[in-house]
């Protein structure tokens, strides 16, 4: 495992074949948050969501954990998060005292920024989500995990609760009496239990994790990307719209795409019998 100094970034970024990676970078802490970790993870989910080259995003974590949580040691000794803000130097984040002034965007809030986004998301849950560390993870659009993932919803017994998005994910994935169950009780699930509620899409090898989430991340990426985010776009407006409404604006996004390049495409693909070619347009 490397160790990661003072000046290294808190959040990898990279992108390879219409697939921007995004990692949690302090191995050494189980990657858990920090106020500088908060501000690049924002940075990235924008990048990511504005790079039209980029068709996914993987989200994980460095090292044998995919989030520990809020940094609680730094927090305790009031260097952390709940103490006084760290100074970043990097010239593309959101200045960090504004998080204690109330004055920030609440879209500068990293869950608020991945649940806008209109990329999917895979989240590669490698080893330990807890706290914030599991809130992430309910906000991807897909989670594959490996034999050692567990998840962690500890929150009640630490006396917060969900902070950051596990209110409004969790009923909606497991339904009221599961989240209930899951959260009240705080004990830790497993790869299996987690599968089981639906946590978790699949489960592999640990050795096999990286590699499944990139596969299917590039089956995603050879799909039409306008359709794929309208798609998510339409998935998360649906959840808080009546039926009537919401078709309305099913049916006018499915006459814009008519007039794509895509659409021609795919449908000339289809008749052709050959794997269609999309560019976006």
Same mark, same amino acid.
């Given at each position: $495992?490397?160790?990661?100094?003072?000046?290294?970034?808190?959040?990898?970024?990279?992108?390879?074949?219409?697939?921007?990676?995004?990692? @949690?970078?302090? +191995? &050494?802490?189980?990657? !858990?948050?920090?106020? &500088?970790?908060? *501000?690049?993870?924002?940075?990235?989910?924008?990048?990511?969501?504005?790079?039209?080259?980029?068709?996914?995003?993987?989200?994980?974590?460095?090292?044998?954990?995919?989030?520990?949580?809020?940094? %609680?040691?730094?927090?305790?000794?009031?260097?952390?998060?709940?103490?006084?803000?760290?100074?970043?130097?990097? +010239?593309?984040?959101?200045?960090?005292?504004? %998080?204690?002034?109330?004055?920030?965007?609440?879209?500068?809030? +990293?869950?608020?920024?991945?649940?806008?986004?209109? =990329?999917?998301?895979?989240?590669?849950?490698?080893?330990?989500? !807890? /706290?914030?560390? #599991?809130?992430?993870? #309910?906000?991807?659009?897909? &989670?594959?995990? /490996?034999?050692?993932?567990?998840? %962690?919803? /500890?929150?009640?017994? &630490?006396?917060?609760?969900?902070?950051?998005?596990?209110?409004?994910? %969790?009923?909606?994935?497991?339904?009221?009496?599961?989240?209930?169950?899951?959260?009240? @009780?705080?004990?830790?699930?497993?790869?299996? *239990?987690?599968? =089981?509620?639906?946590?978790?899409?699949?489960?592999?090898?640990?050795? !096999?994790?990286?590699?499944?989430? =990139?596969?299917?991340?590039?089956?995603?990426?050879?799909?039409?990307?306008?359709?794929?985010?309208? $798609?998510?776009?339409?998935?998360?407006?649906?959840?808080?719209?009546?039926?009537?409404?919401?078709?309305?604006?099913?049916?006018?996004? =499915?006459?814009?795409?008519?007039?794509?390049?895509?659409?021609?495409? /795919?449908?000339? !693909?289809? $008749?052709?019998?050959?794997?269609?070619?999309?560019?976006?347009?």
């Amino acid at each position: $495992m490397t160790e990661t100094s003072s000046d290294d970034p808190h959040v990898l970024y990279e992108v390879d074949d219409r697939i921007a990676t995004i990692t @949690l970078n302090r +191995p &050494r802490r189980r990657n !858990a948050i920090s106020y &500088r970790m908060l *501000e690049e993870l924002t940075v990235a989910f924008r990048r990511a969501d504005a790079d039209t080259d980029v068709r996914c995003m993987l989200l994980t974590g460095a090292g044998k954990g995919f989030c520990s949580g809020l940094d %609680l040691k730094d927090a305790m000794a009031g260097t952390g998060i709940g103490g006084s803000p760290e100074v970043v130097d990097s +010239p593309e984040v959101v200045d960090s005292s504004e %998080l204690g002034s109330g004055e920030f965007d609440i879209g500068d809030v +990293p869950t608020v920024a991945l649940q806008e986004m209109d =990329t999917p998301v895979i989240g590669v849950i490698n080893g330990a989500a !807890a /706290g914030y560390g #599991l809130d992430l993870a #309910l906000g991807c659009d897909m &989670r594959l995990g /490996g034999f050692s993932t567990r998840l %962690l919803p /500890g929150f009640a017994k &630490r006396g917060v609760v969900p902070e950051s998005g596990g209110t409004w994910y %969790l009923p909606r994935l497991v339904g009221w009496s599961r989240a209930c169950r899951i959260a009240m @009780l705080g004990r830790d699930l497993d790869a299996q *239990e987690s599968l =089981t509620f639906g946590l978790l899409d699949t489960v592999v090898e640990d050795s !096999a994790l990286m590699g499944t989430a =990139t596969a299917w991340a590039a089956e995603i990426a050879a799909n039409a990307p306008l359709a794929v985010q309208a $798609m998510k776009r339409l998935f998360r407006e649906g959840l808080t719209e009546e039926f009537r409404p919401h078709s309305a604006k099913v049916l006018a996004e =499915t006459m814009r795409l008519f007039g794509t390049e895509d659409f021609t495409e /795919g449908v000339t !693909a289809y $008749m052709e019998g050959r794997s269609p070619i999309f560019t976006g347009r």
